[in-house]
């Protein structure tokens, strides 16, 4: 089980960022799959989840109207479309996935067995 999270940046505030995450395995549909970010001495923070059955898509208050999460089932590929991104959305993004079926809070970090390697967003001011 691998999940490859790319399409970060360097972007200007007010821009856009399409981050992917693809997944080498079984159909990624079978799965909730989250978006995380970490900003240096700043604990993991949660950004968006896409729920597996549903497709039904949660975010916190921080990034919701500018962040749109979905997923590509034919590619394999869960999307973070980020846009008016601002300073303090520069981070490492992470993708992750609920492959146990845990269930619990979307916005939980425990809940998601999966993890990729993290892709770098920055924007400057």
């Known amino acids: 089980v691998q999940l490859q999270a790319s399409g970060g940046g360097l972007v200007q505030a007010g821009g856009s960022l399409r981050l992917s995450c693809a997944y080498s395995?079984?159909?990624?549909?079978?799965?909730?799959v989250g978006w995380f970010r970490q900003a240096p001495g700043k604990e993991r923070e949660f950004v968006a989840a896409i729920r597996r059955d549903s497709d039904s898509t949660y975010y916190p208050d921080s990034v919701k109207g500018r962040f749109t999460i979905s997923r590509d089932n034919a590619k394999n590929v869960v999307y973070l479309q980020m846009n008016g991104l601002r300073p303090e959305d520069t981070a490492v993004y992470y993708c992750?996935?609920?492959?146990?079926?845990?269930?619990?809070?979307?916005?939980?970090?425990?809940?998601?067995?999966?993890w990729g390697q993290g892709t770098q967003v920055t924007v400057s001011s």
């Open positions: 395995g079984r159909t990624i549909k079978m799965y909730t």
């Open positions: 992750a996935a609920d492959m146990a079926r845990r269930g619990g809070s979307f916005s939980d970090s425990g809940r998601y067995d999966a």
